[in-house]
């Protein structure tokens, strides 16, 4: 196939930029895992120049780190429910389904109809694997989430609710939480720091809105809180020796150890 023209603008096109963490997480030495089709359709689909410009080390490790901590929780979650079904909302390209998903019951794929657009070019529809193409804010997809008990049901906002305004965020629980009372939803949460880069995401277009000072500030919505994990203290040996030792330091102070948090809650 050859290479893939996009017109993405905004948030949508962040999504080229973590695929690209997982197509290169694979090539390096100690891998957190292996994504061949991420570093397949990445190759059809490579970012704009902009997007180069701000790629990093650090990021490539961080949201790789942070794509296999999900990968974990969704692969217990799996383990543990009779029929359980995934639902990933602002999935992107996500290839979470191919790596880890082949024993669940029913794996939906959300994001917008641009991005959705592009999952049908590259990706193919099952019963089991399904896309769907909406705003995550038009509350008429979950008409399409599949009967089952909402305990057997794990929602993943994988690098999505910091695009969102905190009203909205507080919207989307509630309408989740009076349909799937008793589901998982696990997000990630950017903290105050995340605001020394405001800068850079309004360069790029796609500016974070949300910031948290701390889980607190989720479980203020209503949801229970399972668990929390600072990105920056998950799999140190990721990191280089210094990487490691500093983040060791910082995130001992919470304004670090709330600058990246992945949260494991119930609606
Ligand atoms: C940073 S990317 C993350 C993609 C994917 N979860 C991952 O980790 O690779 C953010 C994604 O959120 C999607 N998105 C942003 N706002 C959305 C909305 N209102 N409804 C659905 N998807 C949305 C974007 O299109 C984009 O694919």
Known sequence: MSQITTKLT???R??????????????????????????????LLPMDEDMEAVYNDLAQISWS?????????????IANHPDPVVVELGSGLSTRFHRIGQDVKYWLDLDLPEVTDLRRQLDTETEQHQFISASVMDFDWMNAVPYVAPENILFIAEGLLMYLEE???????TQMQSRFLGASFVVDLMGNFGKLFRKVTIKIGSPH???????????AMGLQIVNVDSLYQ???????????LLWQFLTQFPYFR????IVDARL
């Open 167 to 173: 009203n909205q965020v507080q919207q989307l629980v």
């Open 209 to 219: 809105k949300w910031f948290v000072k701390n889980e607190k500030d989720l479980a």
């Open 10 to 12: 905004g948030v949508p």
């Open 234 to 244: 998950l799999y140190p040996e990721r990191w280089t020796f210094h990487l490691r």
């Open 14 to 43: 962040t999504m080229l930029y973590t695929m690209k963490t997982r197509a290169d997480e694979q090539a390096r030495p100690h891998p957190l895992f292996q994504d061949p089709l991420a570093a397949e359709w990445q190759k």
């Open 258 to 261: 709330n600058a990246y948090l």
């Open 65 to 77: 780190t942070r794509a296999y901590h999900y990968d974990r929780i969704t692969s217990h979650h």
